[in-house]
């Protein structure tokens, strides 16, 4: 993915000239004319870096700095001038504005770029430390909202995955609750948000689906429905997550009967491959996204799998699509782009390294269940 | 996060200009929202016009504005998404919760 870089400065030769710089070593550049014109375009994007000047029409490069550091959305995107006026007391002021450099225009073209690849990349490898070393802290505390490994039924084969978006983990979570020998279920569940945030929330929403079903079990309670509707008001009641919402599909696996329920939640509709049929059915849940009212009237449905059939869960990832730079949901062309490689009996690894690879570009965390009835 | 505001007496309406309604602006629009309703403003409009895509951060904040006019009886109407995102909304009974109107004008209708 091409960083993004925002060059300030009132001088439009000068702009473009470095705009051709960058972008001839494979940076993407906005160019503002004007301080206002830049807080204009990070309204709608967010920048890797901002290379401003210092003299300018109306608002300077200083108050520019001064601005973005009051907000905290904008405060730490790495910041460097590039301006023609040098002295001292200019490039102590701006250094003291929390910029990274200060640099002169007259610094040949290759020292400044050099500069800004130097820069860039000890901004991402710094990022991929502090990255690591909180996936480290949460593998060690055993936070996970994947699990390692699908349990092994008699009738029913399970396979998942799972891609997060951009390497950080997300809001997507799944969870196999193997209650005795004879019920699963499978949870899949997606906190509506991105990267850590989601992540954060998602063992609070899977806490309370571990702790609904188990209860409800003890009580020999197997109804989807009572326990969505118990989860829903559980969820509702938790001030916590007054602002945060999670889709939810459960599917029980009943490895006895070989029979199948299902319920959600604002989740996507699980899909159905047949061997004789023309296209991928599917079921779709009535359910309201968790926690949004007090009462959500979840209702259960039986699915009827016969041997060699499967079913899928799927994220709303799944169905997002960038094409040609336009980004989009189509259910419909995931559906087909899964029913194609199913009529040509592709294995479920080579579907899952087709679907997960040929996305043009993933735009949030992915993730799919593979329920086969054996 | 690019915001534009019209009002047609008690009603706001709120125009998002850009086309990417993501995580990077949720937080944003979300705050930009509670501000107006804050300020006393519980009838509300979201023009999706020039949005081409809406992802679930987005649909997050929405909700979450949902929610709170519907503690204060207030009315949320959204108003000209795209077919994509009509369709997310339909699929996961978001449409179920959320006044979706064609245009401006039905939605003002609606709100007499």
Redesign the interface.
Known sequence: MNRIILLVDDDIFQLRLFEKLLTSNGYNCKIALSVDEAE?IL??E?PDLIVSDYEMPGKDGFEFRRRLLEQD?FKNIPFLFLTSINDKENVQQGLDLKAIDYIAKNTPPSHILSKIDNLLQAVREHYERSLSEIKGIAERLNLRNIPKNAPVLKNFQIDYFNQSFQNQPG?DFIDFIQVNDRYTFIILG?V????WG?WFFSFSFLSYIRSAIRLCVFDENYSLSQILNKLNRVVHADELL????S?LGIVLLDDETGSVKYAGA????VLKFEEHSEELHYF??????LG??EFGDYSEMDIEIKEGEELYMIS?GMI?FEING??????NLFKEKLFNFKKNKETTLTIKNRLFDKHASQ??DCSIIIIKKV | ??VTKQNIDDLLILII??K?AN????E?FKEIVFKEIESGSTKIIISFEHV??????F??AL??IL?KLVALQGKLTLIELNN??R??FE????D??FDLKNSLDTAVEGFK
């Open positions: 204009s309204q709608s967010t959305a809001g997606d509506m948000g991105k990267k989601a007054s602002d945060i919402f889709t604002g989740d996507l509709p779709k849940s009535d359910g309201i996204l949004f009212s709303d997002d336009e980004k989009k949901s189509d259910i735009v949030d | 996060m690019n200009v850009d990417d995580l990077t602006k949720s944003n081409e895509y809406l992802d679930s951060s649909l997050g909700v979450a929610k994509d995102i369709n997310l699929l996961t009974r978001l179920k919760i």
